[in-house]
């Protein structure tokens, strides 16, 4: 465990990135203080599937594919980090995916050579690599653990602008210290030269509060999935590029239902509501990670995989403020664009 007792850092953002960045500098023993605009949650971590999903993803997300060694690296730092934690809802439930068997017999050996365990079931393929989380029960255990911690605490407000050593706040309050995190999601254009590489990736999905499922894999098509979950079961994605707004859009939504439908045939006709996040992307799909040009540190560029990178964002963003950069953070460099 890293030691930050002499540090006072300030985490723009309390999502996904923001929230574990601040809990393990806390766990470190750094004086923290989140600032976000919104409450806790109304945000694309609070609207996320909560998959941690190393194998379906490498295999199915164009930029995620070749991935599955360091997504699967991600996925094993949570255990640990959610037993830190308390309930998170995490659950090593494994995936199904049901596909035309051509597709099935590629996916099926492309896993197998990344060294991903699966097999077929019937006509469908299962893996045990890819795991689930409740985000907004993963984020409030986030919150509650920052504020159990002494000389910890969070509120809301802008961030306006930023240095090296304080940020400011739209109502001009002044907040001092000695490491400034900015973990904005799609937010905070402008407050780092290096966020302009950032793209928007709207996503919908749709929640079935009378489906509160608690057990069972995530099942998955090439284009849709229902993960289980206690606040009702989730039916995703869509993945609209270049999108930063929220509106819900009724086509889209049918979509969806019809695909968790094929999946899980007792959703197709059940109640569901919808919602939107937006994912913030880099022109690789990996997240920006380190020390920004202007002296603050970034957390950004989650994409698709937030929830699954989040601890090992938070590593990374600690290595940085100590000044002690592995080599294997370089695929995350502010710089490489
Ligand atoms: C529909 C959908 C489904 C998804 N499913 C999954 C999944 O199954 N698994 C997975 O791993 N990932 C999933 N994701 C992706 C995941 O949600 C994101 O990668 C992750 O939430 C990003 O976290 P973040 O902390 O970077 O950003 P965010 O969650 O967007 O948080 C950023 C925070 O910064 C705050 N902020 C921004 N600017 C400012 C400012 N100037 N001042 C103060 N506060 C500011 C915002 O209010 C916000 O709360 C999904 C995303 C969507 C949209």
Not at 192 to 198: D, G, I, V
Not at 252 to 273: F, H, I, Q, T, Y
Request: hydrophobic fraction near 45%; charged fraction near 20%.
């Amino acid at each position: 465990m890293t030691e930050f007792t002499d540090l006072k850092a300030i985490v723009v953002g309390a999502g996904a990135f923001g929230s574990a960045i601040a809990f393990e500098l806390a766990r470190g023993g750094a004086r923290v203080t989140v600032v976000d605009e919104r409450p806790l949650a109304h945000n694309a971590s609070g609207i996320a599937a909560g998959m941690l999903a190393p194998a379906l993803e490498s295999a199915l997300d164009p930029a995620s594919i070749g991935h599955f060694p360091l997504l699967c690296a991600a996925r094993d730092l949570w255990p640990a980090f959610a037993e830190a934690l308390g309930p998170t809802g995490l659950e090593r439930c494994g995936a199904l995916l049901k596909a035309p068997q051509a597709e099935l017999a590629g996916i099926t050996a492309s896993l197998q050579e990344a060294g991903a365990r699966c097999e077929r079931v019937g006509e469908a393929l299962f893996t045990p690599e890819d795991w689930r989380l409740e985000p907004r029960l993963a984020l409030a255990a986030l919150r509650h653990a920052l504020l159990r911690r002494e000389g910890c605490s969070a509120q809301e407000g802008r961030v306006a602008a930023v240095t090296a050593r304080s940020a400011t706040l739209a109502d001009g309050t002044v907040l001092g210290g000695d490491a400034v995190i900015l973990a904005c999601g799609y937010g905070g254009l402008g407050l780092a030269p290096e966020l302009s590489t950032l793209t928007p990736i709207k996503g919908q999905l749709l929640r079935f509060p009378d489906a509160q499922v608690v057990e069972g894999p995530i099942l998955r098509s090439l284009v849709g999935y229902v993960v289980p979950s206690r606040d009702g079961a989730v039916a995703g994605a869509t993945m609209e590029e270049g999108r930063d707004d929220l509106a819900l859009n009724r086509d889209a939504l049918d979509r969806l239902k019809v695909e968790a439908g094929w999946l899980s045939p007792g959703l197709g006709l059940a109640r569901s509501n919808g919602h939107a996040g937006v994912r913030a992307a880099t022109p690789d799909g990996l997240p920006l990670l380190g020390r920004s040009r202007n002296g603050v540190y970034l957390a950004a560029g989650a994409r698709r995989n937030g929830w699954l990178l989040a601890p090992l964002a938070a590593q990374v963003v600690m290595r940085a403020i100590e000044g002690r950069v592995a080599a294997a953070d370089a695929m995350f460099s502010l710089g490489r664009f």
